[in-house]
């Protein structure tokens, strides 16, 4: 709350500072379209020196505050961030440019904007003209805050295509995205949820990378993943990396279900300090042309924007082999691929493909990871860990329970030992009693073994 009430303060400060350039520039604008000649030209430079005086103010500590000074933003960009915000927050600020042109019964054309019954919603030429006081040349320079290279547009801080070209441009709404409004308003960028048009939600765990059993050669191929999320920013910056090949990474992970894929993806996450989203491509493969690209389009920019980790399971779902017949779906499945694969060239962060077999990959996408890394049934020496982990306290088993002798005489991976605990343990529930047995643990193997199409 106290958060919230600092950043109030902040915006309150910002949206005085702009109702007085608002008022000062179209007070002198109105003032010069009265006059012609050399003497109007006066008029507007007069206007632009009167704007510029008037100096942003000393904020508070605040979400607004660090926001402007890690982004060293200057007089013009706090106006155009101002000026965004106070179409969401104080719309009332905006209502001077509604004054119309007596001469022509019409709005003036210099102030750009978007008409609405609620109100007045700026656009970039409204910007142009609070920075540039009707002067071309200075109109021109103002131009760099709206590039394509530049912050407000590569972290997606406004709704702004710049390569819509400069006239489209300067008609566009100055929007901001909902996670930079919050930012700046409460100091939490509040994420989309989980939805059809945004197949993605948050993978988390509560284990830590020491919990993790795997073979010695994964755990070793894991360490590079991990080496690269610790220390890319020397690579590419540093030792200039970047010159020579793609900021991102990307890994597949490959084995049977239960064998820690999906948690080690998380673990990557926790251990680097990054958010990782797991995307679901069932809901991505059913989208007709066009609605899927889409809806990928918006998790990558969420995931470029705020340096996440994404996590595509039964990745052989756009990524499998096809063949020559192809059916209409396969067709489909291998357009989402190939704009799949053009996003994955540009992402920067780390990209995790998950899948049962390496086999079920077709060979022109598996020759694009950076690391193959294989997730097999753990060996008896790892299933004995396993078991040893997952029977620790506050769980209590009967004194017949011999963890060697399960872990010898049960091949399964650790995710169906979870499953196996999972029915012993309600099954003592049930029999009011805190104890398991070794018969239900028996029990609970033969429904996984059973499952797994290995034993009747």
């Known amino acids: ?15 005085q500072w702009l109702a007085k350039v608002i008022r000062t520039a ?18 507007e430079n007069s206007q632009l020196v009167e704007t510029r005086s008037l100096s942003p103010p000393v904020l508070p500590e605040s979400s607004y505050r660090s926001f402007i000074r890690e982004h060293k933003m200057g007089f013009d960009e706090r106006l155009v961030l101002i000026l965004a915000v106070a179409a969401y927050v104080r719309p009332a600020a905006l209502d001077l440019f509604l004054i119309r042109d007596k001469t022509l019964d ?28 009707g002067e071309l040349d200075v109109r021109f320079r103002v131009q760099y805050i709206f590039d394509s290279q530049y912050f407000f547009i590569v972290q997606k801080v406004l709704k702004i295509d710049a390569n819509d070209g400069a006239e489209s441009t300067f008609n566009t709404p100055l929007e901001l ?29 509560f284990k830590e990378w020491h919990d993790l059993v795997l073979p010695t050669q994964t755990l070793g191929d894991l360490e590079e ?30 084995g049977p279900p239960g064998t820690g894929k999906t948690l080690t993806a998380a673990l990557l996450g926790k251990v680097a300090g990054l958010p990782v989203y797991r995307v679901d491509l ?29 996590y595509f399971d039964e990745a052989d779902a756009l990524f499998g082999k096809r063949t020559l017949d192809a059916t209409a779906n396969d067709r489909h499945a291998n357009h989402v691929a190939s704009y799949l694969l053009q996003r994955i060239e540009g992402f920067s962060g780390l990209f995790i493909f998950s899948s049962h077999s390496k086999a079920l990959i077709d060979d ?17 020496q790892e299933r004995r860990k396993l078991w040893q982990t997952l029977l620790a306290p506050p769980f209590q088993f009967a004194s017949d329970v011999d963890l060697d002798r399960l872990a010898s005489e049960y091949e399964i991976a650790g995710g169906n030992m979870v499953n196996v605990l999972r029915y012993a343990s309600l099954t003592a529930l049930r029999q009011k009693t805190e104890i398991i047995q070794l018969a239900d643990l028996q029990e609970g193997m033969r429904r996984e073994l059973a499952k797994l199409g290995w034993m009747g």
């Open 364 to 380: 022109t996408f598996v020759r694009r990871f950076q690391s193959l890394i294989m997730f097999d049934v753990p060996k008896q």
């Open 106 to 133: 019409r709005g003036f054309s210099e102030f750009g904007g978007v008409s609405q019954p609620a109100g007045f919603w700026p656009t970039v030429k409204t910007a142009a003209f609070l920075l540039s006081g």
């Open 1 to 15: 709350m106290q958060l919230i009430k600092h950043n109030a303060t902040a915006v309150e400060l910002e949206l």
């Open 225 to 254: 993943v991990k080496f690269w999320l610790e220390h890319r920013d020397t690579l590419l910056a540093d030792w200039q990396l970047s010159q020579h090949v793609n900021a991102g990474y990307q890994a597949l992970f490959y």
């Open 177 to 205: 995205h909902s996670e930079y409004l919050n930012l700046l308003t409460t100091g939490q960028k509040v994420q989309p949820a989980f939805s059809i048009n945004f197949p993605a939600r948050p993978l988390t765990t």
């Open 282 to 310: 069932s809901l991505i493969v059913s989208k007709w042309i066009g609605e899927a690209e889409k809806n990928l389009s918006t998790v990558f920019e969420q995931a470029e924007n705020n340096d996440w980790i994404l």
């Open 26 to 43: 179209i007070t002198l604008f109105l003032a010069s379209t009265e006059k012609v000649g050399e003497e109007g030209r006066d008029s």
